[in-house]
């Protein structure tokens, strides 16, 4: 039992230390960047895939017009019929644009494939730059946002990524997208980009060259995964290609945040992970901070064997915690939020065990319609 104990209490300790680690890069990463010399926005493409109507979709739209002011991008709106109600809302934008390159692109049924991923595969056939941005509906473009991905392409990288950070909203859904999102993977994103032990891109905002793209075969081959920008990023990195985090957080404000809505969301996430990266899931749940600072004051109380440091890590975890996410709001974010915020982190740590349980499934529903999800992040269309 000593030896447990020993183990356990090197491991919780470990994992102090990381998020302190984990912080100071992230301030570091996220700093604000001085301002450079004036460059011009290098071409680019910027597709945006859609189905359904997201909250503030047409504000999203204009965000990138008052972003580009050079009308340096190609702007592509991809969806799969005039049907979908968001199409009213993408003409409208591309018709009040009437000076800017601006397509509002029908790609037809889906059918088996991925319907993300065939809206992004036929808007890609379109795409007239060497350059191509790939951004959820829900995304708001910034002018950092575009000057930061030229600048990286300008320097040679042929594959850059955005960070996800959600924004405030004022209920308990709001606050489960932001512990997920901001208080969760977010954390670490920075030190393991650093480290070279993660460079995989979210499709909130991922960007590549046309010949990063060709190396990896095009889109199609990725037409059957669920986690599009997983995969898409993981394989091109493998294949050699040079990545680049932004130094600006990518804003996301999910559509759906009651309780009900936040809940299934994420139990969706879970089951994506567990069928992509299985051995990162199952890691996590070993490996999970406050199960491990949990256990160890447990076994330290009821073996009596240095129950001071069980409660003393256990203790210094808790604090370590809350403290870490504000600094990271606050420092790297630059956004206050409410204090009991913080606060309750302390226990999410063992709330996530109950999303990893729901997470064990292999059935989702993703935009009205139900996939199957293989082994490796392939999905199977059930409809």
């Known amino acids: 039992m000593t030896l447990v104990i020993t183990a356990l209490a090197c491991l919780v300790g470990f994992m102090i230390l ?7 890069v992230s301030v570091y990463h996220f700093r604000r960047e001085h301002a450079g010399p004036d460059e011009p926005l290098l071409p680019m493409t910027l597709i945006k895939p859609v ?3 997201d909250d503030g979709m047409r504000e999203n739209f204009e965000a990138i017009a008052d972003s580009d002011p050079e009308n340096a991008l190609q702007v592509i709106i991809a969806l799969e019929s005039d049907a979908d109600p968001a199409a009213a809302v993408a003409r409208g934008f591309a018709a009040s644009h009437p000076e800017r390159d601006i397509l509002v692109l029908y790609t037809g049924p889906a059918r088996r494939r991925i319907g993300k991923v065939h809206n992004m595969i036929e808007a890609l056939s379109k795409a007239k730059h ?4 790939f951004s959820d509906a829900d995304i708001r473009t910034t002018p950092g946002l575009l000057r930061g991905t030229s600048r990286a392409f300008r320097h040679g990288y042929e594959a850059v990524f955005g960070l996800p950070y959600h924004v405030y909203v004022p209920n308990l859904g709001g606050w489960m997208f932001r512990v997920a999102f901001n208080h969760n993977f977010s954390i670490a994103a920075a030190l393991t980009y650093y480290l070279g032990l993660y460079r995989c891109a979210s499709g909130a905002w991922m960007a590549y060259t046309r010949e990063a793209l060709e190396r990896a075969g095009g889109l199609e081959p990725f037409a059957h995964y669920i986690s599009d920008d997983f995969a898409i990023s993981d394989t091109v990195r493998r294949l050699g290609a040079r990545q680049y985090l932004l130094h600006e957080l990518v804003r996301v404000s999910e559509t759906g945040t009651t309780v009900s809505e936040a809940f299934w969301h994420l139990v969706k996430w879970c089951r994506i992970t567990h069928s992509s990266v299985p051995g990162i899931y199952f890691g996590l749940a070993v490996l999970n901070p406050g199960l491990a600072a949990v256990s160890l004051w447990v076994l330290c109380e009821v073996s009596q064997d240095r129950p001071w440091l069980g409660r003393g890590l256990l203790a210094a975890f808790l604090v370590s915690r809350s403290l870490v996410a504000c600094l990271q709001d606050r420092l790297a974010a630059r956004a206050r939020l409410p204090l009991w915020e913080y606060a309750s982190l302390i226990v999410i740590d063992l709330g996530y065990l ?4 729901f997470g064990l499934r292999r059935r989702i529903v993703w935009r009205g319609v139900r996939y199957r999800l293989h082994p490796g992040g392939v999905a199977e269309v059930l409809e």
């Not at 060497?130 to 941005?133: D, E, K, M, Q, W």
Request: aromatic share 16%; hydrophobic share 70%; proline share 0%.
């Open 18 to 24: 990381a998020l302190y680690a984990s912080l100071a």
């Open 354 to 357: 109950l999303f990893w349980a």
């Open 51 to 53: 189905r359904g109507l």
């Open 130 to 133: 060497a350059r191509v941005i």
